[in-house]
Structure formats: structure tokens, C-alpha cells
């Protein structure tokens, strides 16, 4: 029964509030219960009743239409031991237990297992295979979640009138509550035997295998078909959320442009010495040029869509200079200006030869 239907049977419209469903209930319920009604069709018309009644109590009062889809916050709740993931060496993400309803023919599931898959960019980058672990419980088959199954008859705590005296510290009675035992009905229950009043199957570890496509982002959901996973197929559907975990070295633009700071030895770089660059597919040497720090490593960076091409990264080169010089760093250094600068030097090129040149005619023209 959906919960449309479930307002449906107590006469209600989708949405009424608890009052007013308890309200409907207990009218019904005075009125069709198998003690007092003597019809044929009572005992069929008082479990439909029940039913209605259990099935909108467990979509919760709040839901106001049919969707009984719970938060995510409600499986969201983080693992207090993680499992190791043992195809990647990382700590297994939030192994959240889930609920679900049950594999019937009417309705495989309603609620998906929300996880969350936390991914290097590696890992994003190139796609893997990630194992998750976790715990599931099934809907009681026995009394359908409800936690209790329906006697017939009397309450025996408030005799059937749905509601119990408060009495005072001193034993004065100061007004009636709802019993307890019946949750205000009237009919005698009893915790359902079959799953010690919970409502649910005990937990069930699950381990399953899920593909991740190569060129996911931060943030985005996969919905992976339950009856497609493996080793073992599960009656609810998984919705992966996927969280990229920050790189050491590289920063990702949302073209897909992958970017990268290396700092170098300056006297290295003045040399051309090759540089090894990390990349996503390892280390490669850099050839670098002292005429610039920044070189693009075409096809290197992060797929631009998910199972697309590769686009570029960036690497810009920091030369680091020491600040303090030995004296025979010096030395050496004022050697080297000697070649360009000093007497008898030879210019670096045009460019600097140009520039002296006009720094002097405009300080003429300055003193005139
Ligand atoms: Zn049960
Ligand atoms: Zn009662």
C-alpha cells in the first residue's frame, strides 16, 4: 500500500497531519473493529485499517505526499571503524548501515544506498575499481516493518479506549495520555516476535565492487544498478557521491586543465638542466629553457568530460636562488657578470643592448 492510498483508506486527503490521521484511525477503528462490528468483511476492513494507519506512521507524519524517501543525511552518518580498501590501500569510506525495503514483486526498492567515494585524482583521472562495504537491513517481512503485528481485541494497558490516566506524584489524577501500548488505537498488539519490535531484519554486511568512470568531478552522483553489481547483487541501487581528495601538487580547472608549481634549483635552470615533473601518468623529464618558466604538457592534464580526451597542464617553473652565497658562489658570480657586463664583456643580446642604449639618451634628455 502507498501512502497515497494509506490517506486513501482512513478518508483523508494526501498530506493530513498526525492529528488529523490519528484522528481518522480511531474513528475507524471504533467502527470496524471485528468486537464491535459484526460484518462479514470487519476483520479484512479492520487490517486494511492498520495497515494504512502503520504505513503513513512509517513514511513519517512530515512527508507530506506519498514520497517516503528518507534524507541523505540519514545514511550519511560516517563508519566509527573504516575498513581498508584493499585494491587501492585507502580507508574504506563511510560504511553506512541502510535500510531498504524489501525485494518484493510489487516494489524492488524505494530507497537507494547513499555513499560516498572519496577519490584521488589519480584515481579520477585514470577511473578504477573501489570496493564498498557496509551493513543492510531489510524491512521485517513478518510484521512489514511495523515492529509489532496487530492482536485484535482490547488494549489490555487502557481497555481499548486508546488512552490512560497521568496521575500525579501523589496519585491524583491530572489528565489522560495516549497509551503506550497501542499507540492511542485501542487494539490489543504485541512486539512483532520475528524482529524483536524494530521493524528490521538484523544488519547484513554487503560487499560489492563498483566501477568508477575515468573523468568524474568532485561533487558528481553515480547511480549504479543494484542487480549489476558484484560479487554479490544487492536489492537497493547505490548512489555514489564523489569526493576528490585535494593533490599535493596539482590544482584542477574545470576545463580540465591541470596545473602545477615546481620549485627549482635557480643555478639548475640557468644550466637547462632537465627537470622531472609529475604528471598523472608518473614522473617525465622537462626540458626547460632559460628563456621562460612556464611550458604546457599538451594532453596531460585531466579528461575534459567523463571518458573524454585529456586536456593540457601547465607547469611553471619556480627558480630558487640560495640566500646566502658561499664565497665561492660569489666568486663565480661576479665572474659571470664580468663576461656580460664588465669591461670587454660581450652583451647578452640585442634586446639589453637596445635598452642601455635608450636609457642613456633619455638621461640626456633629462639633463638639458
Ligand atoms: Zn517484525
Ligand atoms: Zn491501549
Not at 489522560?176 to 487494539?187: D, P, R, S
Not at 593540457?312 to 640566500?323: A, E, G, K, M, S
Amino acid at each position: 500500500m502507498g501512502t497515497d492510498d494509506a490517506f486513501a483508506e482512513l478518508g483523508l486527503a494526501s498530506g493530513a497531519s498526525q492529528g488529523e490521521v490519528k484522528a481518522a484511525w480511531r474513528r475507524l477503528a471504533s467502527q470496524w473493529h471485528p468486537d464491535r462490528n459484526g460484518s462479514a468483511d470487519a476483520v479484512v476492513r479492520m487490517q486494511r485499517i492498520n495497515q494504512a494507519f502503520e504505513e503513513i506512521r512509517r513514511a513519517g507524519f512530515s512527508a507530506p505526499s506519498s514520497s517516503s524517501e528518507p534524507s541523505a543525511a540519514d545514511h550519511d552518518a560516517p563508519a566509527s571503524h573504516p575498513p581498508t580498501d584493499p585494491t587501492t590501500g585507502h580507508a574504506e569510506q563511510d560504511a553506512g548501515e541502510t535500510a531498504f525495503d524489501d525485494d518484493t514483486a510489487t516494489r524492488r526498492q524505494r530507497r537507494p544506498i547513499h555513499r560516498k567515494v572519496k577519490l584521488s585524482l589519480e584515481e579520477a583521472a585514470a577511473g578504477c575499481i573501489k570496493v564498498l562495504r557496509g551493513k543492510l537491513t531489510q524491512t521485517c517481512a513478518t510484521c512489514e516493518g511495523a515492529g509489532h503485528q496487530v492482536l485484535g481485541g482490547n488494549c489490555a494497558r487502557c481497555g481499548g479506549s486508546g488512552a490512560v490516566h497521568k496521575r500525579s506524584f501523589f496519585g491524583w489524577p491530572t489528565g489522560t495520555a495516549e497509551c503506550e501500548a497501542c499507540l492511542g488505537g485501542g487494539i490489543a498488539r504485541q512486539p512483532c516476535a520475528a524482529c524483536r519490535g524494530s521493524g528490521k531484519t538484523a544488519a547484513r554486511a554487503y560487499q560489492v565492487k563498483v566501477r568508477i568512470p575515468a573523468g568524474v568531478r568532485h561533487g558528481d552522483l553515480l547511480h549504479v544498478d543494484g542487480r549489476r553489481l558484484r560479487p554479490e547483487r544487492l536489492a537497493a541501487d547505490l548512489e555514489i557521491r564523489i569526493e576528490l581528495l585535494p593533490h599535493a601538487f596539482f590544482t584542477l580547472d574545470d576545463d580540465g586543465t591541470l596545473r602545477c608549481e615546481i620549485p627549482v634549483d635557480g643555478f639548475a635552470w640557468l644550466a637547462e638542466r632537465p627537470v622531472p615533473v609529475p604528471t598523472l601518468a608518473g614522473l617525465r623529464p622537462l626540458q626547460p629553457s632559460r628563456s621562460r618558466v612556464s611550458y604546457c604538457l599538451e594532453g596531460q592534464g585531466f579528461p575534459t568530460a567523463r571518458g573524454g580526451a585529456h586536456g593540457d597542464q601547465w607547469v611553471t617553473l619556480v627558480p630558487v636562488f640560495p640566500q646566502q652565497l658561499s664565497t665561492d658562489q660569489q666568486i663565480l658570480l661576479d665572474q659571470l657578470c664580468a663576461t656580460t657586463s664588465g669591461a670587454g664583456g660581450r652583451g647578452v643580446d640585442n634586446r639589453l643592448d637596445a635598452w642601455r642604449r635608450g636609457l642613456r639618451a633619455w638621461e640626456r634628455g633629462l639633463g638639458g
